[in-house]
């Protein structure tokens, strides 16, 4: 067992390291490294760095998927436009696939299946493109799921909560381009649904396209602009927003899990030097190794058989890579609204799940901490994670939406579900159309009920201790059922969480009848309070744990005591053992 | 799934159906006259047995005389023509167990002879496409670039219900344009010219033979060609998204799982 590293609190501001005295031992030591320390104190941060301490949960690493996935895509993409030419001019096939020979194309489409036929490895490279794009967008959603429902993003976090919402907007935006480029068919269908989703903005719509098409669609114009976006703009924007987001979290540490020894104000893990390096490093590896097996293994996006694009064709199956499948999905269920006011048309069916639904997702995404700091009135910092069962509401509402997501996401492949499972596309459609506001609810009742059962077991396993399974008849031939007492670690883990009375309506005067000015909690807000508090089972008082252990003296092993060896709550040594 | 598709699209297949085929229209003769003495069924002979089969395996729906019957949601078959017969028969559709909303494809429990010969008796109540004779539908021969704009064909009339490669898809009401992995040459060009159930016809003028032969030789090669990789299905950007979160994320989770539980040795 490797000893956890504990990091003692240091105050975060503005302690830098202390300025090199030129020792003894740094004069001798007159190499480079001497050279550069003199200058800039790099020992001393590299010291302090290699013991960063790196909690060790899995969850922890799905974020260390993406970053890597962007790393494979950065080196896959530069590799791409060695030889993509990202010009809409209209060429005839010549190059060795012959089931295109001779079909006129767009040069971005017969570079493409040069890339593919012609560019040794090429085929490979674009398919691990292709298929980091895809990990690293889902590798984004799941740390946000994880950093959701663990509450990671409070105070102090909130700030990397909105880079991290801005880097997964701007992902689906770099994902989208990327699909767009090669002029394939579908391709240019997703591209002509944009052209849709865009002229669907009321009043100005038709303009906007003008603008971003360069004219009427296709035009010549969107490739090489889509082009910018894709391997300039878009990526430069990422790289800043993840170099903000590491420095944030080098900054504000790890959050932790809680357990004895976890503190506010320590973060439990591995040191960054050997082990979580090694770790890490492997761990780079090997996201490194399945995404080229996949490039390797699964074909991906077979541009040579969607042909080039042709506003003529369009094919069953034409889907957008899965992240944009949600905005396919809802724009697939809802009815045909529109509404014609004087000359303009205002396209309810595309604006709506199109523009609104994608706003909806990320603004909502985006004011998540704020609103639930200012429904439950919580300054503090966290540094210790919440287990999902502590905050019912929060999970709860997290489930539901999830399950509003993957409605729609279902809906963008209702052809794919209805062949494949037999089913009608017109029974799917009005399925979801009330699946999609009931299913929700319904997650959010059943997953508040689940949190509220844990809690109580919880609370049962404080009081009384393990069900043991072992029954013992008693003298006067009643039986009870043995109980094994949780450990003094368990009974930390299970109890350490906080919880914060709801919030009350401010008196509007003081006590001498003069009007209060400042800050009030109003009648709405104490009302949510109250709502997010209500329900949620307390935990165990101390008096109550210690009544407990005496409800039945003749139940000598119902007590919860300390565990052997277990020592001290505090003392870091031993994980608590609930992993 | 490759190999097996490749196989059924082998030469040796191929020659095969022909002569299938060519047992079918050309000859009932060598088959139906076990002795040399017994005179080939004349036309007449061929449609009067035609009709009694009609009689006993269609009527129920079709109607005594083909015309159809409103309360089996049966279609007359005035004027479909031979080939609609011969497609709808042979690929196991008809007749239907049950009216369902789309005639399964199953296996066809008729001889060709029988299939020939009802075929000869639906002809015979209308002006139909006939039965396709191999060289209107035998796709060899063809450049490649005659090929590829086959592929052109195909994605511009057929993709929107069957998919860029033929891997099927789905259309309102419960109905299906099902996959065309197995479908033969015949199936093809009889489908194109009678259009069954939901698909449109395609008829001679819109279409002409020599394009339905380029569109037959594409779907061949595009079949037999090797993916890049599992295909997963060919069925576009849903599997792959469904396949990055099995084995793409799932796979990473199952590692890091496995690599924070390591320990360090010390
Ligand atoms: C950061 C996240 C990135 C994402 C999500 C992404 C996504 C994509 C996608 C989905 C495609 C379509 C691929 C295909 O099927 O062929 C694509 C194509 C392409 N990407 Fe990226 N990409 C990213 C970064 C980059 C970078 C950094 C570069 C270059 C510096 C690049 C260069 C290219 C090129 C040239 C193509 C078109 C070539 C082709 O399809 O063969 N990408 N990208």
Redesign the pocket.
Known sequence: MAKPTTVDPEVPQGQRPQRAEPSVAATAAAGSVGWVDDRVPVSSIARKGLRKAFPDHWSFLLGEIALYT?II??L???F??IW?KPSMAEVEYEGSYALMRGIPMSEAFA??LS??FDVRGGLLI?QI??W??ML??AAMTAHMLRVFFTGAFRKPRELNWLIGVGLLSI?LV??F???S??DDLLSGTGLRFVDGLVRSIPIIGTWAEFFVFGGEFPGELVIPRL?MV??LL??GI?LALVSAHMALLVYHKHTHFPGPGRKQTNVVGQALFPVYMAKAGGFFFIVFGVTILMGALMQ??P?WLYGPYNPAQVTAGSQP?WYMGFVEGAIRIIPNWETHILSTTWSWNIFLPGVGLMGLLFTGLALYPFIEAWITGDKAEHHILDRPRNAPNRTALGVAGMTAYGLFWLSGGNDILATQFGLSLNAITVFMRVAVFVGPVIAFIVTKRICLSLQRRDRERVLHGSSSGILVRRPDGGYTEAHAPITQAEAFTLTQHTELPALEVSETTDQHGVKRTGKRTSRLRARLSRWYAHGRVPKPTAQEIADAGHHGEDEADHAVEPAAGTGELTSSGEPASTH | MRSLTSRRHHKAARLLLVAVALLVTGGIYAVVSPAASVAAPTPEETIARGKELFAVSCASCHGLNGEGLASQGAPSLVGVGAAAVDFQMRTGRMPMANPLVQAPGKTNPFTPEEIAAISLYVASLGDGPAIPDPDQYDPSGLSPEEVAVGGDLFRTNCSACHNFQGSGGALPNGKVAPPLLDAEPIDIHEAMRTGPGEMPVFADQAIPDKDVKAMIAYLDQVHAEPSAGLSLGGLGPVSEGFWAWVVGIGGLVLFAMWITKKAARR
């Open positions: 962007f895509l950065l896959t993409g530069v791409l436009t993509f570079s493409t890339i593919s674009r493109h292709h980091a794009a690293f967008v992902g770099e994902g381009a990327g699909y480029l090669p082009y894709h391997i878009v990526p990422l991906i996006n541009v890579d």
